[in-house]
């Protein structure tokens, strides 16, 4: 057996094609099934999470977060839009921060990334259980039943196979875009924005439309943030895209706009109708209470609601699909344990990445249940917005240093926003994982979240970098390194 080879202070471990035949993908997105993914996957910030930020900040507060959020998407999406044509890798940002950052940019990257996606489907979960048990009046206790049922049925789903998991993406997703449009319409007539959006009670120097001033705004940069995480996985389906140079740009940049339209209608129409910003802001099924504005109270607004469930099952699936592929590729280069990256034989599929997963999602959701939080969905979304940060921080950061380290790799889409917008993006969400830190009722989860990340580098100090492997996105980083070391006029 060959000794193994140490390059960026790591060490790679030879394999044989056995390896990569055990975790192989199956190629089938096109631009639409692209766009679903990332819709999907971010639409259920329209049906619950996002108003969460409306008891921290206030109308005001929220709507100008979501205006500084815009800014910071803005920027992140054009910069994936020009790495990950690029670099059209599996890896997604685990792959953009290894060839520009190294081995442990490329892990760090890809640990906070996991923490995201592990973390957000337990988020969304909680919310279904929400609106589930709304719907079937089943009490607060049995909400982790409404929990496992959820993860059992659809990372089944994930595990059947890539085409179905498309297929059903692009369809809930359309089903979940049809149910907030007949919200939007039907809330038109009942838009009162003085008498709802600003019935929150100012505090001490507040105002009706800052009712907690300009520190409002900071503590619901997270909230607003949830209108809009999770566009970024796209580049996690580029080994399973038929041309990630063409559609990964034009999904990325159709999806965000597509979030943005819906995010302002959202918090326009959600807060501007009874009950109003006060209540909304502190319930686990928001557009229930809208849909009970409109059509009142009986069978036909608990069949609307359950329709809007849509919404969030649209989110739950997709990123489920998520955590699969960054776990699968993680894995598969060594940075996590490799069985995690195995796939099915006949389906192709990351089955083990996708169980495991589950696994810890659910686990995490159910501690956090038990901890006597009182709102069990905002802590997770806090948490998963701790890993979201870390790894948008490592991905613009990547994308600063691979337009003077690798200017000579082909890019089919270069950002109209270049340095300057990713440096603006960089500098907001730099502030907005630091203010995770100051709201002391999700406290303790966003510091559980920070040892999580804490005890992963240690592990990889450790044990993992000293097992890794020449996937992909490891081959193409360490041939373009060795590139530019030569070429004249590059930066190292």
Not at 23 to 36: F, H, I
Not at 195 to 217: H, K, M, Q, R, T
Not at 268 to 296: H, N
Request: glycine content about 12%; aromatic content about 14%.
């Amino acid at each position: 057996m060959s000794e193994p080879e140490s390059i960026d202070g790591v060490r790679y471990h030879a394999v044989d094609a056995a390896y990569f035949e055990k975790r192989g993908l199956r190629k089938y997105a096109g631009v639409w099934s692209l766009w679903a993914l990332g819709v999907g996957a971010v639409i259920s910030g329209d049906f619950f999470g996002w108003n969460f930020g409306l008891g921290a900040g206030g109308f005001g507060g929220l709507f100008i977060a979501t205006l500084i959020v815009v800014v910071m998407y803005l920027g992140l999406c054009f910069s994936l839009a020009e790495m990950s044509p690029a670099l059209p890798h599996t890896g997604g940002a685990y792959s953009f921060g290894r060839s520009a950052l190294g081995p442990w940019g490329g892990f760090l990257t890809g640990l906070g990334e996991n923490m995201e996606y592990v973390l957000t489907p337990a988020v969304i979960v909680v919310g279904i259980g929400g609106y589930l048990g709304a719907i079937f009046g089943t009490p607060a206790e049995l909400a982790p039943m409404w929990w496992l049922f959820c993860y059992v049925i659809f990372v089944g789903l994930n595990y059947w196979g890539v085409e179905l998991s498309f297929k059903f993406t692009l369809v809930i997703t359309f089903i979940a875009l049809a149910i907030l449009i007949v919200f939007f319409v039907g809330a038109i007539s009942h838009f009162d924005f003085a008498a709802n959006a600003l019935n929150i009670e100012p505090g001490p120097g507040g105002s009706a439309f800052l009712p907690f001033g300009w520190a409002g705004v900071l503590a619901a940069l997270p909230f607003a943030i949830w209108f809009f995480l999770a566009i970024e996985q796209l580049p996690l389906a580029a080994e399973e895209s038929h041309d990630p140079k063409r559609d990964m740009p034009r999904g990325l940049l159709l999806g965000i706009l597509t979030l943005i339209a819906l995010a302002f209608l959202t918090l326009f129409l959600s807060a501007g109708i009874a009950p109003g910003a006060k209540e909304v802001g502190t319930s686990t099924e928001p557009l229930f209470l809208g849909f009970q504005t409109i059509f009142g109270d009986g069978i036909g607004v608990k069949l609307l609601a359950m329709i809007a469930a849509a919404g969030l099952i649209a989110s739950f699936h997709a990123i489920i699909y998520a955590y699969g592929r960054n776990i699968y590729s993680l894995a598969r280069a060594g940075y996590f344990p490799k069985w995690l990256s195995v796939t099915h034989g006949e389906r192709k599929t990351p089955h083990v990445a996708l169980f495991a997963g589950a696994a810890l999602g659910f686990l995490v959701a159910f501690v956090m249940q038990y901890s006597g939080s009182a709102l069990v969905g905002a802590a997770l979304l806090n948490m998963a917005v701790f890993g979201a940060m870390i790894s948008y921080i490592m991905q613009l950061v990547s994308f600063i240093l691979l337009r003077s380290k690798l200017p000579h790799i082909e890019r089919p889409f270069v950002s109209p926003l270049g340095v300057p917008g990713a440096v603006v993006a960089l500098v907001i969400a730099v502030v907005t994982l630091v203010s995770l830190f100051f709201n002391p009722d999700y406290r303790p989860g966003v510091w559980g979240c920070a040892i999580w990340f804490l005890t992963g580098i240690a592990y990889f100090g450790l044990y993992g970098r000293h097992h890794l492997v020449k996937s992909p996105e490891e081959a193409f980083a360490i041939s373009h390194r060795s590139k530019s070391e030569t070429v004249p006029g590059l930066a190292d």
